[in-house]
């Protein structure tokens, strides 16, 4: 008999992978945690029956949302990461040894458990001495903080359940409160594609763009993600993402990348033209 893992992207439409066995199933305080393993995309985590990642294609997703703004500001020494428990934001940033700290707040701290078991791939730079590890709600953490962070990494689920309170204004206030006078901001903005996702896109930029001076928004291609069109925004007090881009700065890291590249960089940010128009409907005030 065949076990199959779906997940629902719209009504109409599911993302169906064969598993070859399930590795952990548990409900923590805030939501269901699930591990399976499948033969095409190995092992992935669930969270509320939607996946967040999986061990094929979490490298497009990590490097993306770590590497862009890295590649942009040019001394960033302290990083707050709001979600990312199963650890591949702090993996990509812990590469940087000029980064001197790094905040990791995770409101579930059972997710963090569970990946440092089953995901190692993902959770292995957890322990670096450089990462603080604080088990709080994300929005409550950065309300308290001023001028802490040249770079803030918001990892987070999707804009219902626990991550709901990360799609706010009050939170992208917040945000732009706790960097410092060069910060930059980058967090996940949804897909564009389906009318669902592409409503909680579209809601998402106009309170970025409300609050910070620079907003962007950039693309990648991630597989399992729904339609596989997955955006990014990075926001700014100061610094464009591709004016103020130093190639050559990040290629003399020598830093070992699957996806991300300083020409791939420049690309990302230059959208099809029905996202453009979606993210000008977004902006008009």
């Known amino acids: 008999m065949e076990l199959w893992f779906s997940e629902p992207h719209t009504p109409n ?25 499948s033969p095409e995309f190995g092992r992935f985590l669930v969270l509320d029956g939607y996946i967040m990642l999986t061990e094929k294609d979490e490298f497009i997703y990590h490097e993306m949302i770590v590497h862009v703004p890295m590649a942009v500001h040019p001394d960033v020494k302290r990083v707050l990461v709001i979600g990312a428990g199963d650890g591949g934001v702090v993996r990509e940033l812990t590469k940087y040894p000029e980064i001197e700290d790094i905040d990791l707040v995770e409101i579930d701290e059972q997710v963090i458990r569970v990946c440092r078991e089953f995901l190692p791939g993902t959770s292995c730079r957890l322990d670096d001495g450089r990462v603080h590890i604080h088990y709080e709600d994300g929005l409550r953490f950065v309300r308290g903080r001023e001028d802490d962070y040249d770079l803030v990494i918001v990892d987070s689920t999707d804009p219902f359940g626990p991550g709901e309170g990360l799609f706010t204004k009050e939170f992208y206030g917040n945000c732009y409160k706790a960097l410092k006078e060069d910060g930059i901001m980058v967090n996940q903005h949804e897909s564009p594609f ?34 596989g069109h997955w955006l990014f925004g990075f926001a700014s007090k100061k610094y464009h993402p591709v004016r103020d881009l130093d190639r050559e700065r990040w290629l003399n890291r020598e830093l070992d990348t699957l996806y991300y590249t300083p020409k791939l960089h420049e690309g990302a940010f230059c959208l099809p033209a029905y996202v453009e128009k979606l993210l000008r409907k977004a902006e008009v005030r």
């Open 13 to 37: 439409v599911k993302l169906s992978i064969r598993v070859d066995r399930q590795l952990y199933s548990g409900e923590s305080e805030f939501q269901r945690i699930d591990v399976f393993e």
């Open 194 to 227: 389906y009318e669902a996702d592409a409503t909680a896109c579209m809601r998402a930029h106009k309170r970025i763009v409300e609050t910070f001076p620079v907003s962007r928004v950039y693309q990648a291609h991630i597989p399992t993600y729904p339609s």
